[in-house]
Nanobody
Framework: QLQLVESGGGLVQPGGSLRLSCACSGFALDNFAIGWFRQAPGAEREGVSC??????????IYADSVKGRFTISRDNTKNTVYLQMNSLKPEDTAVYYCAAHFSISDMCVLEEYKYSYWGQGTQITVSS
């Protein structure tokens, strides 16, 4: 059974940092693209970042709103994907989800419909 479990959410002040983890089980990261999405209150869910790696050649994509502040990475030994979030802003407040979709290419996309498996989400609140 494929499962994704997010952790690392919480309350942080503007300008602070958090690292989210997405622990994956029931599948190997080598065969999947992993994406991070977020949904703010009253807003639609949006793509934040994704990663797809084959034979240690990794491709990443970031939404314009987080470029230069967020970094996605993965640890195959732990079957875990991370989202390092720096210089957090109040507008980053949202529930963050990780998701996975099977992929034979070395690309990933931030299209929600592509992702078949989702975690339960973790809340990030950026506030002073």
């Amino acid at each position: 059974q494929l499962q994704l479990v997010e952790s690392g959410g919480g309350l942080v002040q503007p300008g602070g940092s958090l690292r989210l983890s997405c622990a994956c089980s029931g599948f190997a990261l080598d065969n999947f693209a992993i994406g991070w999405f977020r949904q703010a209150p009253g807003a639609e869910r949006e793509g934040v970042s994704c990663i797809r790696s084959i034979s240690n050649r990794g491709r990443t994509i970031y939404a314009d709103s987080v470029k230069g502040r967020f970094t996605i990475s993965r640890d195959n030994t732990k079957n875990t994907v991370y989202l390092q979030m720096n210089s957090l802003k109040p507008e980053d407040t949202a529930v963050y989800y990780c998701a996975a979709h099977f992929s034979i290419s070395d690309m990933c996309v931030l299209e929600e419909y592509k992702y078949s498996y989702w975690g339960q989400g973790t809340q990030i609140t950026v506030s002073s």
